[in-house]
């Protein structure tokens, strides 16, 4: 497969002309309409000759009701990559994303549901925020209540102030003092330290000195490292998904369908999003980039918001592959800035 350097100017100028008219009018592309752009002086039969090319490379493929050509996942990825001129984000729209956040009424959730909302404005697609990982956050203070059929409410406050609510479920029964001393216990020695350390500490208690602790002190770690285990409270925020019934290519019923069910049990979009927590910047997939079946005709453009400098989450938006790249990689990265400014303690 050629890349971009491999391919000549002509070619790429063509193919690039060719993505933005698609995405523009999302119809076909024919060697006629090329033929009528200011950039490109050739001929019909040239650009035919190109085109034939490209196709060729799995840059563009012809539908089967067309005589047009259309790009690849391949096609979008070099475009991406290596042809598109982002733009920066309008007055107008900086100023609705500014203060949309800024008038946001007080708590995280509110926040994060807000900047959701104002991605899918903005774009007409649909808007996703990860909810901020408590893991970098510090353990303040933590409490146990029993409840009945051996369950204990966990109620555990950051150094944000954010209070945490967890139902857990033990293999025995614990009175009211057994969990109190647990308590007394795990402030006494956590209490400044950030969860995600606790959660390593306890796990390593557990592990190399079970011999060495007393039952009390076995019990009081197995509570901490089930009261303390994120992975079931990942969950994300979305907003506007129903824009996505508007663009043809994903308004089939049965793509609608695997596309809304995929929202539905979130695992597979969580762990697509939590893919990018780990680089910087923005970051895209497009169509079958994903590796889900339900997204492959959909773009996702992704970029992690930071409190305290450290990542917590990711928002981003989900759209056809014929998005406007230009337009939204920017409104990603903007929002992305704004929203860990705006959850960041003042």
Avoid: W
Wanted: with cysteine; glycine share 6%; aromatic share 6%.
């Amino acid at each position: 497969m050629k890349n971009s350097q491999e391919l000549n100017e002509r070619s790429l100028y063509l193919l690039k002309t060719l993505v933005e008219r698609y995405i523009q009018d999302g119809q076909p592309v024919g060697s006629r309409a090329l033929s009528k752009d200011p950039g490109i002086h050739l001929s019909p039969a040239t650009i035919r000759n190109v085109m034939a090319d490209l196709e060729e490379l799995g840059l563009i493929h012809s539908p089967h009701t067309s005589a047009g050509r259309v790009p690849t996942v391949t096609g979008y990825r070099l475009f991406v990559d290596s042809l598109l001129t982002v733009k920066p984000v309008g007055s107008f729209e900086l100023e609705q994303l500014t203060t949309g956040l800024a008038t946001t009424g007080k708590g995280n959730e509110n926040l994060l549901q807000s900047a959701s909302k104002l991605l899918s404005d903005v774009t007409k697609m649909a808007g996703v925020v990860t909810l901020p990982k408590t893991e970098i956050a510090c353990l303040n203070h933590i409490e146990f209540l029993p409840l009945s059929n051996n369950r204990i409410l966990v109620i555990y406050v950051t150094d944000e102030q954010q209070v945490h609510n967890k139902i857990i479920h033990t293999d025995k029964v614990f009175s009211p003092a057994e969990l109190q001393q647990t308590a007394n216990y795990l402030n006494s020695v956590y209490a400044g330290r950030s969860v995600s350390s606790v959660r390593a500490s306890v796990l390593a208690e557990l592990e190399s000195d079970r011999e060495l602790l007393n039952q009390g002190m076995v019990d009081a770690v197995n509570i901490a490292h089930r009261a303390l285990d994120q992975k079931s409270d990942e969950d994300y925020v979305l907003s506007g998904q129903t824009n996505l019934m508007e663009f043809s290519e994903l308004s089939e019923m049965e793509r609608l369908k695997k596309l809304f069910e995929a929202f539905n049990h979130k695992q597979g979009v969580i762990h697509l999003l939590d893919k990018c927590q780990t680089t910087e910047g923005v970051q895209i997939f497009i169509g079958e980039e994903s590796g889900y079946q339900a997204f492959e005709q959909c773009s996702v453009v992704t970029a992690p918001y930071t409190v305290n400098d450290q990542v917590v989450g990711v928002l981003g938006v989900i759209g056809p592959t014929r998005m406007a790249y230009e337009k939204v990689i920017p409104y990603v990265d903007v929002t992305a800035k704004l929203l860990g400014a705006a959850l960041n303690p003042k």
